[in-house]
């Protein structure tokens, strides 16, 4: 009975071991992990309101930036881009524009 439990442990112990090493070294990586996040500078940003990229671009409230005319079928209610159409504009005088 006892020469069943030291096999048992002598089998055991590679793997305990290989667990405790694993368990230290991940230990060892978050400390170094946390370290690099103390040492970093933190640079604070303002929030601003986006640049205009399109003269027809404009604010609509509840929604948000938009390009083109919005009353237009194809309008893709976006503050990039105008439609799928016509994606570079402008909305005066497209062949596709179809109103609502």
Do not use: K
Not at 5 to 18: D, E, Q
Not at 86 to 99: F, I, S
């Amino acid at each position: 009975m006892g020469a069943a439990l030291w096999i048992l442990a002598l089998g055991l112990m590679p793997s305990l071991l290989s667990l405790w090493l694993l368990r230290r070294r991940e230990a060892q990586i978050q400390a170094r992990f946390r370290q690099a996040i103390d040492f970093t500078p933190r640079v604070r940003t303002q929030r601003s309101e986006p640049t205009p990229l399109h003269s027809d671009r404009y604010y609509l409230e509840g929604v948000g930036y938009l390009v083109g005319d919005i009353s237009c079928r194809y309008n893709a209610r976006s503050g990039y881009i105008r439609c799928a159409v016509n994606p570079e504009g402008p909305c005066e005088g497209c062949r596709y524009y179809e109103p609502r």
